[in-house]
């Protein structure tokens, strides 16, 4: 799982999530907001969770948080006039 942020009008900023489920797991977008709402603050709750295929990690594991901000631009232009909604359906990076 890695969050980046994107442009927003009224806070400055908001977090996207992007997940990977492990092969054979399943898991709605519900179910994975239902964690942080009751342990986070509104603020740093993310304001969709984008479902990818595989994750994006270098040689060490760590996330690549710049091709997952790339890919979220792609998707944010890909959907124009939507503001920072994107489609649901799982993505390749």
Known sequence: MGVVGAADEQRGEVPFAFVALESGATASELELLEFPCVRFSK???PKQIIFLE???RNAYRNVLKLRLQDHL?????A????????????KSL
């Open 54 to 56: 595989a994750s994006a």
């Open 79 to 90: 959907a124009p006039g939507k503001g920072n909604v994107v489609s649901p359906e799982k």
């Open 43 to 45: 603020i740093k709750i």
């Open 73 to 77: 631009r792609d998707l944010q232009s």
